[in-house]
């Protein structure tokens, strides 16, 4: 079937004759067009779909799913209780305070998680971003700190260097209230890359309770098998417990910046859709000129005995075959710019000390190519091509042959 005269005077309709360079040269431009647009929603998806993927992965990999607290009662028995609750991967003690820390004139707000070195590696994947040290020097020496590189050069300090740790309680004494603060040994840096690097630092568990005392309020860190399930799983072990509890789960905490960025890749998606659309009204102009210019070729085969849907289905062909060459070539330019276009952008970002990406939940910009979207802007993409060709086509099977051939010499 597609080796019969439709297809064969469809694709001859491609290439540019002697007197139809006008014609070739606005096909081209209608092409390219559909090219770049395709390409850019690509790109822009693949960028939308790393940040999503980094939050996933990377930071929601060092911070908690959920968190379960327990103002009064027998913590190891509650963190038993959670590990057999269908749904939970593994749990950690912690404890959560924030203060600021103070080293060489310098001073940063952080938040501090007190953990239990031994179990927390079980419920994070902090041991895997480690430059030097690890969660477990922090059982070695008490008041020992690890912290992230950003922060870590913020205050310019470096493993064995001293930092000041200044909670926001007081402590009251015989001369009046008390700044609560305690030097710390810097033990551990690690890098994850994310905003987490200059905002947070662990220290031991104890370490965190004695400096904060009747403010401390014991919790379990929850590592679920499928992160989004952890709302529905904390309100149900909130309800369930034998002992008197609370919590929250990471989309109480970061659930507005992943939904943030689930909404821009809808809305990116619809407004590069609109490139595309203009792209293929370049294919509807691009079609009538054709139509207008071989006027006298559709006179003559519609004398020898073509129907009109035969005519039609000429110049839909050709409009198909115009915007599928456009598609594909954008999804191939798409996806090799893509999985370059971290590695330049961080050459760049480096080279010319932009810090373009500083201001992000990640240092870095992110790149994930998904063969769904790829498959999404194909079809969406041909779609409005092929509505783009039924004016033209239907122009030309309804085209009078006698009229048409009146003016031909």
Same mark, same amino acid.
């Given at each position: 079937?597609?080796?019969?005269?439709?297809?064969?005077?469809?694709?001859?309709?491609?290439?540019?004759?002697?007197?139809?360079?006008?014609?070739?040269?606005?096909? !081209?431009?209608?092409?390219?067009?559909?090219? #770049? +647009? %395709?390409?850019?929603?690509?790109? &822009?998806?693949? @960028?939308?779909? =790393?940040?999503?993927?980094?939050?996933?992965?990377?930071?929601?990999?060092?911070?908690?799913?959920?968190?379960?607290?327990?103002?009064?009662?027998?913590?190891?028995?509650?963190?038993?209780?959670?590990?057999?609750?269908?749904?939970?991967?593994?749990?950690?003690?912690?404890?959560?305070?924030?203060?600021?820390?103070?080293?060489?004139?310098?001073?940063?707000?952080?938040?501090?998680?007190?953990?239990?070195?031994?179990?927390?590696?079980?419920?994070?994947?902090?041991?895997?971003?480690?430059?030097?040290?690890?969660?477990?020097?922090?059982?070695?020496?008490?008041?020992?700190?690890? !912290?992230?590189?950003?922060?870590?050069?913020? #205050? +310019? %300090?470096?493993?064995?260097?001293? &930092?000041?740790? @200044?909670?926001? =309680?007081?402590?009251?004494?015989?001369?009046?209230?008390?700044?609560?603060?305690?030097?710390?040994?810097?033990?551990?840096?690690?890098?994850?890359?994310?905003?987490?690097?200059?905002?947070?630092?662990?220290?031991?568990?104890?370490?965190?309770?004695?400096?904060?005392?009747?403010?401390?309020?014991?919790?379990?860190?929850?590592?679920?098998?499928?992160?989004?399930?952890?709302?529905?799983?904390?309100?149900?072990?909130?309800?369930?417990?034998?002992?008197?509890?609370?919590?929250?789960?990471?989309?109480?905490?970061?659930?507005?910046?992943?939904?943030?960025?689930?909404?821009?890749?809808?809305?990116?998606?619809?407004?590069?859709? #609109?490139?595309?659309?203009?792209?293929?009204?370049?294919?509807?102009?691009?079609?009538?000129?054709?139509?207008?210019?071989?006027?006298?070729?559709?006179?003559?085969?519609?004398?020898?005995?073509?129907?009109?849907?035969?005519?039609?289905?000429?110049?839909?062909?050709?409009?198909?075959?115009?915007?599928?060459?456009?598609?594909?070539?954008?999804?191939?330019?798409?996806?090799?710019?893509?999985?370059?276009?971290?590695?330049?952008?961080?050459?760049?970002?480096?080279?010319?000390?932009?810090?373009?990406?500083?201001?992000?939940?990640?240092?870095?910009?992110?790149?994930?190519?998904?063969?769904?979207?790829?498959?999404?802007?194909?079809?969406?993409?041909?779609?409005?091509?092929?509505?783009?060709?039924?004016?033209?086509?239907?122009?030309?099977?309804?085209?009078?042959?006698?009229?048409?051939?009146?003016?031909?010499?």
């Amino acid at each position: 079937m597609l080796d019969d005269w439709r297809l064969t005077l469809a694709a001859r309709y491609l290439r540019a004759g002697a007197g139809d360079q006008l014609t070739s040269f606005t096909s !081209i431009i209608s092409g390219v067009g559909l090219v #770049l +647009g %395709v390409a850019i929603l690509v790109i &822009v998806l693949s @960028v939308m779909n =790393g940040f999503e993927r980094e939050l996933r992965v990377r930071v929601l990999g060092v911070l908690p799913h959920g968190v379960i607290y327990l103002p009064q009662g027998d913590l190891i028995a509650l963190q038993e209780e959670l590990a057999r609750y269908p749904g939970v991967k593994a749990t950690a003690p912690l404890l959560e305070g924030s203060g600021l820390l103070l080293a060489n004139s310098v001073l940063a707000g952080i938040s501090v998680s007190g953990i239990d070195p031994h179990t927390e590696a079980k419920a994070s994947i902090i041991d895997d971003f480690f430059l030097v040290g690890s969660l477990q020097t922090l059982s070695d020496k008490k008041f020992s700190m690890v !912290i992230g590189k950003r922060l870590a050069d913020q #205050l +310019g %300090v470096s493993v064995g260097g001293k &930092v000041t740790y @200044v909670s926001p =309680g007081v402590r009251m004494s015989l001369m009046g209230p008390l700044t609560v603060m305690r030097k710390f040994t810097v033990s551990g840096i690690y890098a994850v890359g994310a905003d987490v690097d200059k905002t947070h630092a662990f220290v031991a568990i104890d370490d965190l309770r004695r400096l904060q005392r009747a403010q401390a309020v014991d919790g379990i860190r929850l590592w679920m098998d499928e992160m989004f399930d952890a709302p529905e799983i904390i309100r149900e072990l909130v309800t369930t417990s034998s002992q008197r509890v609370y919590g929250s789960s990471w989309m109480q905490r970061h659930g507005n910046l992943h939904s943030a960025i689930l909404m821009q890749k809808r809305t990116m998606f619809l407004m590069l859709m #609109l490139l595309i659309a203009v792209a293929a009204f370049n294919v509807v102009s691009n079609l009538i000129m054709i139509v207008n210019e071989k006027a006298g070729d559709i006179a003559i085969i519609r004398t020898i005995g073509a129907s009109a849907n035969a005519v039609r289905l000429v110049f839909v062909i050709h409009g198909l075959l115009v915007g599928a060459a456009g598609i594909i070539f954008g999804l191939l330019l798409g996806s090799a710019i893509s999985l370059v276009l971290g590695d330049v952008v961080g050459w760049f970002d480096k080279a010319l000390g932009l810090g373009v990406m500083d201001e992000y939940f990640i240092q870095y910009l992110p790149v994930d190519i998904r063969f769904t979207d790829i498959v999404l802007i194909a079809g969406a993409s041909f779609m409005i091509c092929l509505l783009a060709t039924i004016y033209p086509a239907s122009k030309a099977a309804k085209a009078n042959p006698v009229e048409a051939l009146q003016y031909e010499s």
